[in-house]
């Protein structure tokens, strides 16, 4: 493993490369894509449609759609990942699963890039300066590690059956939606209580988008559930992601 | 095992030949696979163990296995059953050039082909230079590949190749690569590598080179070993096989092999 150090790094140089090169706007492109996407929800629901009573409502938004992009994108790009390195794996040894981990870490540094800028922006405009900040890295290396398990899942899967990535990326748009990015789940209407519970804690991205936004929009630590929750959502997923892969990978030469 | 030593024993491989090698949920539903052509068997209970510092040529028609032995050996493939084992590293060399980013310059492909063989950062800067004066490209190394000539492609792909210093070279029909001088160039850095006690096992076609380079001559026909022993004696159960020399008789051959120790005959089941 160790090794293959180098290969990962070259990995992830290549798509970072690849992924920018004649573009204009280059890595740009990761900032334009979640405003556009902030201007028209806060269109949508902090003007036309204005039941949300929250603060700053831009920058409430910013923080999960960067989350959600970065999730959803590395999930989407992680699924194709090993049969568009078909090349290689058909003609050389090398650990497998550093084709979709050099995806995600791809997407991870663009979301590092981007994320830098909304926190800049957060901590000053909502004076959210403080302590919580510096739970931010666990949060964010749980995030990694559990789009990593779940990436790790769609690519062997992918590899083996063509319709992963299409159901994948019918998935993605309700848990979207299902995701708390443009509410909370706390304000869902009081006859709908019991959807509170469930918009928070059924959906394992919910707790990481909350605790993240907690941190830089509200300035407040995460609850400890939430912090165990995220922990454990990473550790089993990046344990089964990883064991799933282990079982399926040594046919990948032969089904991609 | 030993560094450099290879060992298959009763090794067996099938492949399914569907163009569409990925299977759809829906048949993982209905638990069963679309009609289609049978499955085939790219090698059929192969043995085959090669000494440290050996030179094996192995050959046979089209479709005999012997690219499928290589992938086998070289641990990109599992096997169906049976056992294989290689000691030390083991570089293969299947394709030129496989995995070369095209809008990446030569230099930087050998950064990612070098890394591809499991090479850390200093080790393949170390060769760095070797490697790009081998390969002759000289001012084209900074440029994207693909702006290179199918020549420069390959001749890029075996310098690096021959730059790693494996404890076991397995190579498949890639020695002729560019003009002739190269071809001669590329003969003799093999060569020199096992000189320098490297294993070699080479897949050809061309009964000349084996000749040139290998001591020792597999026959693969329909996924199973039907010679192995001293390369001249090989190559002529080789063009007797492909009927490439009328009038030699299968005996006679048989005959001038069985006083070999080291040579086996395998009918095939």
Redesign the interface.
């Known amino acids: 493993m160790r ?5 990962f ?3 992830v140089r ?1 798509e970072l ?2 992924k920018y ?1 004649g573009s204009a706007l280059g890595i740009a492109w990761y900032v334009v894509n979640p405003l556009v996407l902030m201007g028209a929800y806060y269109l949508l629901f902090g003007v036309l449609f204005p039941p949300a009573r929250v603060a700053d409502f831009p920058l409430f938004l910013m923080v999960g759609l960067v989350v959600w992009l970065f999730f959803s994108q590395s999930l989407l790009q992680a699924a194709s990942s090993l049969l568009d ?1 078909g ?2 794996i ?5 650990p497998r699963e550093s084709v979709p981990a050099a995806v995600v870490t791809v997407q991870l540094v663009t979301f590092l890039a981007v994320l830098a800028l909304v926190a800049v922006v957060e901590v000053a405009v909502r004076g959210t300066l403080g302590a919580p900040l510096l739970v931010l890295p666990l949060l964010l290396a749980a995030l990694y590690a559990f789009t990593l398990g779940l990436a790790l899942v769609v690519a062997v899967l992918h ?6 990535a299409p ?1 994948l990326s019918a998935v993605l748009l309700p848990w979207f939606f299902l995701s708390p990015i443009f509410y909370r789940p706390a304000d869902v209407a009081s006859e709908h209580a019991w959807a509170r519970d469930v918009l928070r804690w059924v959906n394992p991205v919910a707790p990481f988008i909350e605790s993240i936004r907690g941190v830089l929009y509200a300035g407040t630590w995460p609850s400890g559930a939430a912090l165990l929750y995220v922990v454990a959502a990473a550790a089993l997923a990046l344990a089964g992601g990883r064991a799933l892969f282990r079982r399926l990978e ?2 990948l ?3 991609v | 095992m030993r560094r450099g030593a290879l060992v298959l024993e009763h090794a067996t491989r099938t492949f399914s030949v569907r163009a569409d090698r990925g299977r759809t949920l829906k048949e993982l539903v209905l638990r069963r696979r679309a009609a289609g052509p049978p499955p085939v068997t790219a090698l059929r209970d192969v043995s085959l163990h090669v000494e440290a510092g050996e030179t094996v040529g192995i050959v046979g028609r089209n479709g005999a296995g012997k690219t499928s032995t290589l992938r086998v050996l070289a641990g990109i493939v599992p096997l169906d059953s049976g056992r294989v084992a290689c000691g030390g590293q083991v570089v293969a060399l299947l394709e030129l050039g496989a995995g070369f980013g095209r809008d990446f310059s030569g230099r930087e492909n050998i950064l990612l082909n070098g890394a591809l063989y499991g090479m850390s950062r200093a080790e393949i800067e170390a060769r760095v230079e070797d490697i790009i004066a081998f390969s002759e490209l000289d001012a084209f190394i900074d440029v994207p590949v693909k702006t290179y000539s199918s020549g420069m492609f390959v001749r890029l792909g075996f310098s690096i190749a021959a730059h790693l210093d494996p404890d076991v070279l397995l190579i498949d029909e890639v020695l002729a690569v560019g003009d002739e001088a190269f071809q001669r160039k590329c003969e003799a850095r093999v060569a020199a590598q096992v000189e320098a006690g490297a294993t070699l096992v080479l897949v050809s076609h061309d009964a000349a080179l084996v000749e040139r380079t290998c001591e020792r001559v597999v026959v693969l026909d329909g996924g199973a070993v039907v010679f192995d022993g001293p390369a001249a004696d090989g190559l002529g159960f080789y063009h007797e096989l492909m009927g490439t020399i009328p009038g030699a008789s299968a005996s006679a051959v048989r005959t001038a092999v069985t006083g070999d120790p080291r040579t086996r005959e395998v009918t095939p089941s």
């Open positions: 090794r293959y150090r180098f290969l790094e070259q990995l290549r490369r690849q090169q390195q090349a290689l058909r003609k050389a040894r090398f590899a083996y059956f063509r319709d992963v159901i040594a046919e030469a032969v089904v």
